[in-house]
């Protein structure tokens, strides 16, 4: 079984596209997604004072969010509970905006040059995940990365979080284009992996903006390069960055799977919608 990811290089940019900028690059090559990105930098939970965002408990939440979301436990969920009471999912949401914010940008400068990113305002929301939602609906939209790809990518985030409503599901789309259990368990192992170049390529950076997102690596960036085109390659970075929403369940353990065996498919509908099936 192999995963189909086009010739990279330059297809879709001239050679210059690979240091014209990541804020650029998002801009031109995923134009709605741009868009989103930069309206979820400028919301914040309306009710939700600064004092509450600052908090030690929360600061405390925020770090370990960002270095190993699987390592938050009881001790430090519950002190940022009783931080922000009715506050909780707002701002955890929050808290995520702020982890993708910063590996989104880093990750995409590593790409393909430093650039200048908005810095708008932030304003009052009643729903933070109203915007959320938008903007993962906006990457789901893409599809310069196949099926297949897309899920070995989704499920290689889900592993390193921790996710178990995650792991627990399976895209109909993946399936249907001949992915099986084999294969998607070949992310645990993907660098040792019979799986094609490209497909390795895009599966370290996924493991790079995760776990480093301020150094990618030389031997990484140059695989990327060599592997994907730079479409894909925003699309891949794209990719973890709405697949991370899983963290937010995860911090507050609410991330049980649905099903107690076998996996439960789900499909991914032309406006980036997601449902169970």
Not at 65 to 71: E, I, K, M, T
Not at 142 to 168: K, W
Request: aromatic share 6%; charged share 25%; glycine share 6%.
């Amino acid at each position: 079984m192999t995963v189909d990811v086009n010739d990279g290089g330059t297809d879709s940019l001239t050679a210059a596209g690979w240091s014209s900028g990541g804020a650029a690059v998002l801009e031109e090559l995923a134009p709605d997604a741009a868009k989103a990105f930069t309206l979820l930098v400028s919301v914040r939970p309306s009710g939700v004072h600064d004092e509450v965002l600052e908090s030690p408990p929360v600061r405390a939440f925020a770090e370990q969010f960002r270095v190993d979301v699987s390592q938050i436990g009881d001790e430090l969920r519950a002190d940022y509970i009783a931080a922000t009471r009715i506050h909780q999912f707002s701002v955890a949401q929050m808290v995520w905006i702020g982890d993708a914010t910063l590996r989104l940008r880093q990750a995409l400068d590593a790409l393909f040059g430093a650039s200048e990113w908005p810095a708008p305002r932030r304003h009052p929301v009643r729903e933070v995940w109203e915007t959320i939602d938008e903007f993962m609906r906006a990457v789901a939209r893409h599809h310069a990365l196949d099926p297949t790809l897309t899920e070995l990518i989704r499920l290689r985030g889900a592993r390193q979080h921790n996710c178990r409503l995650c792991q627990s599901r399976r895209s109909v789309a993946a399936i249907e284009a001949g992915a099986d259990e084999a294969l998607f368990t070949s992310v645990d192992d993907h660098a040792s992996s019979d799986l094609p170049a490209a497909t390795k390529a895009a599966l370290a950076l996924v493991d790079a903006v995760i776990w480093h997102p301020q150094d990618l690596g030389d031997e990484v960036l140059a695989d990327v390069r060599a592997q994907l085109t730079p479409e894909q390659a925003v699309e891949v970075v794209l990719d973890v960055i709405r697949n991370g929403t899983n963290k937010i369940a995860v911090a507050l353990g609410a991330d049980e799977a649905e099903v107690t065996e076998g996996v439960q498919l789900f499909v991914t509908d032309e406006d980036g919608v997601v449902s169970t099936v």
